[in-house]
């Protein structure tokens, strides 16, 4: 029986390197899906074939859960799709540390397990599982409100905040390693509680000082950390396919933040560790000129003779649930014989490839999502650049202004564009506090007001 | 030994996690992202087999609730790449 579920579990394994690959490519991303799920689901029941389970609590579980996961799946708005996945994140890495903890109170009844290795390496890898669990789950959720705007989304910062962090990280592997070392001695349940407490707390601290444009990284490090906590959890109970899938799954965020972080120009430390848009910010060169505002009237009639539109939406456009007119607008320009094309930033939103969902929720035809570079090379052409409710993925400062904070960071070149017309709710400045320079440029146009309003006002220009 | 194999397993398994994911072009990051944060809920089978112990009282609590969350995380993360996934398959053809 244990070789037919170990075989059961490589089947699973080949099952989850397969979906992954698929997941990469557009034409085979839903059967990657499905073929993760299907190895998934042989890796459940291969574990539900082991004699002397007590099944009424399982089937319990995996109905609760399952209902729980099923009606939050399915009642989510796209908006809505960066916060759920922070908190399923959240949920996962809750679920490793339990793992864990579990693990430690039958080691409490039955003692513990050497066939492995001592009871340090035991002990050693439940610690690692909870404390990665532990700040994946408290990250998550702080995430989580940041994102659903439950909490503030800027950045909370105070002094002396990197010496608490790095105090409590200190001590918390100092109660690892003490853990570790004195597994079957007296004071290791007191230690072990320390861990949990402490890797709770960190994720706390860890994330609060991130500000909500830098949400794409820390998701996606949160993702890769879910992973390796199941991993961790996988040397506890000794289990190849938790090692497998959690690694598989570590790696593939790691990978993800660093993308993310290029798009912005900065190091993982940078981002973690920074505290950009709230100490940092502010300098860079003073901003010559005014910004100009345009009516949507006037807006009208620069559009109506254009024969080329490039829109770079950003997570405004999100806020405003904007995208359904804004595909409205594009079908209109693109029957007025321009040509519509989408410059997606990497960064743009509050989740990798945030702008690509909400787009394709409102059918927004695939051809038209541009990447950055591809866009950049065409902008020069471009009649209209609309740009709505982003705006450090615009600024102009990344490309001409060394003493800028975000020098350096690829942009989508808007400016080159002849004409741009920026959605914006008020003058204030973007998520990082720098000012726009492109907001004062002689080719920039400002629409004032709601996002949504203001392309249903264009759109309605159109039909009249 | 068996130690061993495990850790030979888990950095295998990274390296490969690298490779896999390396040319994704940026469409695809939002589905990829919730598509393998479903697969790091596999910490279920973890879960089940802490909370389908016979004994254990505390341990088979800690493993109810992590069952149910590991669930919640593996169920809910697979549908929502799903519906994500249809979409972007919808607008094509």
Redesign the interface.
């Given at each position: 029986m244990e070789l037919f579920i170990n075989l059961a579990y490589i089947a699973a394994a080949i099952l989850f390197i397969y979906g992954i690959k698929m997941l990469g490519s557009a034409t085979t991303a839903v059967r990657g899906n499905r073929t993760s799920s299907l190895g998934m689901l042989i890796a459940v029941v291969a574990t539900l074939s082991r004699s002397g389970l007590d099944y009424s609590w399982i089937i319990g579980g995996l109905a609760l859960g399952g209902l729980l996961g099923f009606v939050a799946a399915k009642r989510v708005q796209m908006t809505g799709m960066p916060e759920l996945v922070a908190l399923f994140n959240g949920f996962g890495g809750l679920a490793s540390l339990l793992v864990g903890w579990a693990e430690y109170e039958k080691v409490k009844v039955h003692g513990w397990d050497t066939s492995l290795a001592g009871e340090w390496f035991s002990a050693a890898v439940i610690a690692i599982a909870v404390l990665i669990g532990g700040i994946t789950c408290t990250g998550s959720i702080i995430a989580w409100l940041k994102l659903s705007g439950k909490m503030g989304g800027a950045a909370i910062v105070f002094p002396g905040q990197k010496v608490l962090n790095a105090l409590v990280m200190l001590v918390l592997v100092g109660a690892g390693v003490a853990f570790a070392i004195g597994a079957t001695g007296a004071s290791a349940a007191t230690m072990f509680y320390v861990v949990v407490g402490l890797s709770l707390l960190i994720g706390v601290l860890a994330v609060i000082p991130i500000g909500g444009g830098d949400m794409p990284v820390v998701i996606a490090l949160l993702n890769s950390f879910s992973g390796l906590a199941a991993a961790a959890a996988g040397f506890v109970i000794n289990n190849t396919v938790l090692v497998v899938a959690g690694c598989l799954v570590g790696a593939s965020g790691l990978i993800l933040s660093a993308i993310m972080c290029k798009a912005m120009n900065r190091t993982l430390g940078n981002v973690l560790f920074g505290g950009f848009g709230a100490a940092g910010g502010g300098s860079g060169k003073a901003v010559e000129g005014e910004m100009k505002a345009i009516s949507v009237e006037d807006a009208y009639f620069v559009l109506e003779a254009a024969q080329s539109v490039v829109f770079v939406p950003g997570y405004g456009m999100a806020v405003a649930q904007a995208q359904h007119v804004v595909k409205e607008l594009g079908a209109i320009l693109e029957r007025n014989g321009a040509e519509v094309r989408f410059g997606i930033h990497p960064v743009a939103g509050r989740m990798p490839g945030h702008m690509n969902v909400l787009l394709a929720e409102a059918d927004v035809p695939y051809e038209q999502l541009c990447e950055m570079d591809a866009v950049n090379a065409v902008m020069p052409s471009v009649d209209v650049a609309i740009v709505i409710g982003a705006n450090d993925v615009v600024n102009p400062a990344a490309v001409d202004d060394e003493d800028s904070p975000i020098y350096g960071m690829p942009i989508i070149n808007v400016f080159e564009a002849k004409t741009v017309f920026v959605l914006k709710r008020g003058q204030g400045a973007g998520f990082s506090g720098l000012v726009n320079t492109l907001f004062f440029r002689d080719n920039t146009r400002m629409l004032y007001g709601d996002a949504k309003a203001t392309v249903s006002g264009l759109v309605g220009q159109f039909e009249d | 030994m068996?130690?061993i194999l495990?850790l030979f397993?888990?950095v295998l398994?990274?390296?490969?996690?690298?490779e896999?994911?390396?040319?994704?072009?940026?469409?695809?990051?939002?589905?990829?992202?919730?598509?393998?944060?479903?697969?790091?809920?596999?910490?279920?089978?973890?879960?089940?087999?802490?909370?389908?112990?016979?004994?254990?009282d505390?341990?088979?609590w800690?493993?109810?609730?992590?069952?149910?969350?590991?669930?919640?995380?593996?169920?809910?993360?697979?549908?929502?790449?799903?519906?994500?996934?249809?979409?972007?398959?919808?607008?094509?053809g």
């Amino acid at each position: 029986m244990e070789l037919f579920i170990n075989l059961a579990y490589i089947a699973a394994a080949i099952l989850f390197i397969y979906g992954i690959k698929m997941l990469g490519s557009a034409t085979t991303a839903v059967r990657g899906n499905r073929t993760s799920s299907l190895g998934m689901l042989i890796a459940v029941v291969a574990t539900l074939s082991r004699s002397g389970l007590d099944y009424s609590w399982i089937i319990g579980g995996l109905a609760l859960g399952g209902l729980l996961g099923f009606v939050a799946a399915k009642r989510v708005q796209m908006t809505g799709m960066p916060e759920l996945v922070a908190l399923f994140n959240g949920f996962g890495g809750l679920a490793s540390l339990l793992v864990g903890w579990a693990e430690y109170e039958k080691v409490k009844v039955h003692g513990w397990d050497t066939s492995l290795a001592g009871e340090w390496f035991s002990a050693a890898v439940i610690a690692i599982a909870v404390l990665i669990g532990g700040i994946t789950c408290t990250g998550s959720i702080i995430a989580w409100l940041k994102l659903s705007g439950k909490m503030g989304g800027a950045a909370i910062v105070f002094p002396g905040q990197k010496v608490l962090n790095a105090l409590v990280m200190l001590v918390l592997v100092g109660a690892g390693v003490a853990f570790a070392i004195g597994a079957t001695g007296a004071s290791a349940a007191t230690m072990f509680y320390v861990v949990v407490g402490l890797s709770l707390l960190i994720g706390v601290l860890a994330v609060i000082p991130i500000g909500g444009g830098d949400m794409p990284v820390v998701i996606a490090l949160l993702n890769s950390f879910s992973g390796l906590a199941a991993a961790a959890a996988g040397f506890v109970i000794n289990n190849t396919v938790l090692v497998v899938a959690g690694c598989l799954v570590g790696a593939s965020g790691l990978i993800l933040s660093a993308i993310m972080c290029k798009a912005m120009n900065r190091t993982l430390g940078n981002v973690l560790f920074g505290g950009f848009g709230a100490a940092g910010g502010g300098s860079g060169k003073a901003v010559e000129g005014e910004m100009k505002a345009i009516s949507v009237e006037d807006a009208y009639f620069v559009l109506e003779a254009a024969q080329s539109v490039v829109f770079v939406p950003g997570y405004g456009m999100a806020v405003a649930q904007a995208q359904h007119v804004v595909k409205e607008l594009g079908a209109i320009l693109e029957r007025n014989g321009a040509e519509v094309r989408f410059g997606i930033h990497p960064v743009a939103g509050r989740m990798p490839g945030h702008m690509n969902v909400l787009l394709a929720e409102a059918d927004v035809p695939y051809e038209q999502l541009c990447e950055m570079d591809a866009v950049n090379a065409v902008m020069p052409s471009v009649d209209v650049a609309i740009v709505i409710g982003a705006n450090d993925v615009v600024n102009p400062a990344a490309v001409d202004d060394e003493d800028s904070p975000i020098y350096g960071m690829p942009i989508i070149n808007v400016f080159e564009a002849k004409t741009v017309f920026v959605l914006k709710r008020g003058q204030g400045a973007g998520f990082s506090g720098l000012v726009n320079t492109l907001f004062f440029r002689d080719n920039t146009r400002m629409l004032y007001g709601d996002a949504k309003a203001t392309v249903s006002g264009l759109v309605g220009q159109f039909e009249d | 030994m068996e130690l061993i194999l495990l850790l030979f397993t888990f950095v295998l398994a990274g390296f490969l996690g690298f490779e896999l994911i390396a040319k994704v072009p940026s469409q695809l990051h939002t589905p990829l992202m919730s598509g393998s944060n479903a697969i790091s809920g596999i910490t279920v089978v973890g879960a089940l087999l802490a909370s389908g112990q016979v004994d254990g009282d505390m341990s088979k609590w800690l493993g109810f609730a992590a069952l149910v969350l590991a669930t919640v995380n593996v169920v809910g993360g697979y549908m929502v790449t799903d519906r994500m996934l249809s979409m972007f398959k919808a607008k094509k053809g």
